[in-house]
């Protein structure tokens, strides 16, 4: 499987492609940021994610984006432009028909440390270690990219098979009528 990882936001969105599959060794494809100008106008900015993460999709041919799920923070303004560079994401890839799904910060910390309240720190440490890499990814941005398709590859697989095993156990099955004659 081939995961992008986004980690949304208006001034550095990151983005990590990562290839793997559960109990088998990770494989970074591509890491890096796509940059805003914060003078720019809301729309410029928006714009610019958009194409920059249109590249890396047609670069590098995900079967599916993992998005950073925006949470509460007091700072109203930061996540506001999280939440519309979140929704650049979401909107890139289902228009492309590609799967999306969303991760809290603290299962990918979770996933990927042990912990999910784990640091920045922790976090790109394990990146680093999971995908073998000879620096650790930066800015941090693009290691929580990558800690965000790591988390996929692991956590997100399995609970699709467990959310299908699920809808398949409430499905309701045919019941084989056999009629008497006499």
């Known amino acids: 499987m081939r995961v992008l990882g986004v980690d949304p936001g208006l001034t550095r969105c990151g983005v990590g492609v990562v290839d793997g599959a559960p109990g088998r060794p990770l494989r970074m494809a591509g890491v890096g940021v796509v940059r805003t100008p914060a ?3 809301i729309g410029q900015r928006l714009l610019l994610i958009e194409q920059g993460l249109e590249l890396w999709l047609d670069e590098h041919k995900p079967d599916l984006v993992a998005v950073e799920r925006v949470f509460a923070q007091h700072n ?3 996540v506001m432009g999280t939440a519309q560079a979140s929704a650049v994401a979401m909107l890139c890839a289902t228009r492309r028909g590609i799967p999306v799904t969303l991760h809290t910060p603290s299962e990918v910390k979770a996933a990927v440390t042990g912990s999910g309240r784990a640091d920045k720190a922790q976090v790109t440490a394990m990146v680093t270690r999971l995908l073998r890499l000879d620096a650790p990814p930066k800015p941090a941005d693009a290691a929580d990219a990558l ?5 996929h590859i692991w956590r997100g697989s399995a609970a699709g098979k467990i959310a299908a095993a699920l809808a398949n156990a409430n499905t309701p099955r045919p019941t084989v009528r056999q009629e008497y004659r006499r």
């Open 39 to 41: 003078e720019a106008e």
């Open 76 to 78: 109203v303004r930061t």
């Open 147 to 151: 800690a965000l398709a790591i988390c």
